[in-house]
Structure formats: C-alpha cells, structure tokens
C-alpha cells in the first residue's frame, strides 16, 4: 500500500524507506491562525504598521512582509528605554473559530496540521529597533537587549501554547533567520550567550505541546549545527547549500533532520532553462540523500510559477526514482 504523504515523511525523519524523497512541506496544512493575521500587512506594497507597531511593506507578489524601520518610525528607539517603548501585542481576545475550523477538516492520517510562528527571537529584535541599532545593543547594551529578549520569548512560549489548545498542531514552522548567505548575523558566542538558551525554553514548550519543532532560517548556520541539535530543533528547514551540508550531517551524526539543499536563487530567473532546474534538483537529491533524514526542496518558494513547477515536477519523479534504487539496509 502507498504511504500517505504524512507516513512518508515521518519515514524519513525516522531513518526508515520512504516511498519517496520530497520537501516535508509538501505533506504540512499551515493553518491561518488569528495570532499571524493580526500580525500580518497588506499585500499593497504601502507602509502598514504590524500587531507590535513595527512599520512594514509587503510588497505584491512578494512571499511575506518587511520591516522599513527609520530613526523615526522604530518602536525601540532606546535598547535601555525598551519597557516603556515596546507594547506586547495581546493575544487573548483573538478569534480562533476559523482556524479551529481550517484544523478540524484536516485528514490528518494524510497530513500534517502546522501552525507557523514568525518573527523569532533575532528577527524581532530587529524588527523592533532596525538592523543596525539592533546590532550595537547586542554588543553594547547586553543586559538590556537581554531583558527585551527574555519578554519576547515568554510571548512567544505563549502564544504556541494558546496555538496548542485551540488547533492540536502536529508541527510548528518557527521562523527566524539567523544569518545570510554569507555568514551569521551575529558572532556565534553572543548567539549562545543570547539567543540559544531562550530558544531552547522555547523548544521544550513546543515539545511539551506535542509539536514537531520544524525551524526555518534560510542562511547560514553551520557554525552553531550541534547548538541546534542541544537546542532540540527537530527539522532544520530552509538548509541553502552554501552551507557545507554534507559535513553538517556528519557533524550531527544524523541527529539534525534537514529541508532544502536546492539553490533556489540560483534557478529562478526567467531565463533559467528546464534543464538548469532538473540538473540542480538531481544534484540536490544525488548528495544530500545518501546520508538520511533528508528532504531535498527548495528552502524558500521560488516566485516564478513556471520554474517552481519545473522544479515540483523533477523532485516528484527523480525523489521516487531515487527511493527505488538507493533502498535502506
């Protein structure tokens, strides 16, 4: 009998033969959750402020809001004056009926139902104050981004734990970019000191509520692997090969499950031909496989449809044929 789409992917998160190799995301219902819609801009391309007062633009056709903070607009103007600036969006009066709604219909012997958490720990803190000023009160003012951080986090484990009550998810997509193609945004000891103890509370609230934790930062992170594995990340997802990925599964020991390994900016232009994209998905499945506890996939949507298709299509086909040929002992 074929395996639902949720029994294949759980296959390969356990190690075991799946019936094929694809993105984890393929078997994930997202539900739209009133905590992300209040959070959530226009897609109009115009200047909108976000449940936590941050100005944003979404821009039409883009896949998701920005923050456009200026000296004048930020919420955090000053990291020491935080507790009198920064107002925490409640989350208790919020109407959950849809989304108990969008929950209950999910066959969840075919899938999985997840809730999507934006905005971690980093990106808020930027969010709240603009990238540059963020990074001077991370070295400079410590104790105070520290507090700030501490307070975003107690919402944050609040929040999934009003998510677990009304929607029962199998899985949370926990979104917070940690860095850039190039590098991490901050030095990786101040990322321990900061940002890992807290998100390892956060991990433990997520498991304590029966979830999957699934963590999205489409970047670099390779040098803080093995923090992630301590933190309790179950999935790594939006695993972009300028990372060294085959050296990251052998530094985890296959304790990291991952997402990604295709190049998506490297294949979504318009005159990107089928090939291109065909060739980077094999490659993709070709060295990343082999080591298990992989789901080749794109680690951000490509935005052009015909190429995303082109891409959906080949991982389809060549993520069974692969399954077939390269069986597990």
């Not at 694809?22 to 449940?51: R, T, Y």
């Not at 926990?174 to 390892?200: C, H, V, Y």
Request: aromatic share 10%; proline share 7%; hydrophobic share 40%.
């Amino acid at each position: 009998m074929e395996m639902t789409p949720r029994e294949n992917m759980m296959a390969i998160f356990a190690g075991e033969q799946p019936a094929y190799y694809n993105d984890f995301q393929s078997a994930v219902k997202i539900i739209l959750d009133p905590v992300w819609m209040s959070d959530s801009v226009p897609e109009d391309g115009l200047e909108h402020k976000d449940s936590w007062g941050t100005v944003c633009i979404r821009a039409i056709g883009s896949p998701g809001k920005h923050p456009h903070v200026t000296p004048e607009n930020a919420v955090v103007k000053d990291i020491e004056e935080w507790k009198s600036q920064l107002v925490i969006p409640s989350y208790k009066d919020l109407d959950w009926s849809k989304a108990e709604e969008q929950a209950a219909a999910v066959d969840r012997s075919q899938y999985f139902v997840e809730y999507f958490c934006a905005q971690g720990l980093f990106e808020r803190s930027h969010f709240l104050m603009g990238m540059e000023d963020a990074f001077c009160a991370y070295l400079e003012e410590p104790e105070a981004m520290m507090e700030m951080l501490e307070a975003i986090a107690e919402y944050k484990k609040a929040v999934i734990k009003e998510a677990a009550f009304h929607l029962h998810p199998d899985v949370i997509f926990f979104q917070d970019d940690w860095g850039s193609k190039q590098n991490l945004f901050l030095p990786p000891d101040t990322w321990r000191e900061m940002i890992k103890p807290l998100q390892a509370d956060i991990a433990k609230t997520i498991h304590e509520c029966g979830m999957l934790y699934v963590h999205h930062a489409d970047c670099i992170c390779e040098p803080i692997v093995e923090d992630m594995v301590e933190i309790g990340i179950d999935i790594w997802q939006g695993v972009i090969p300028q990372n060294d990925i085959v050296s990251i599964q052998e530094r985890t020991g296959g304790k990291l499950a991952m997402i990604g390994g295709i190049d998506g900016p490297a294949i979504d232009d318009e005159s990107t031909p089928d090939e291109a994209i065909i060739n980077e998905v094999r490659r993709c499945v070709d060295t990343y496989c082999p080591a298990g506890r992989f789901f080749p996939g794109a680690p951000a949507p490509l935005l052009r449809k015909r190429n995303s298709d082109v891409l959906n299509a080949e991982l389809d086909s060549y993520g069974r044929e692969w399954a077939e040929k390269h069986p597990i002992a």
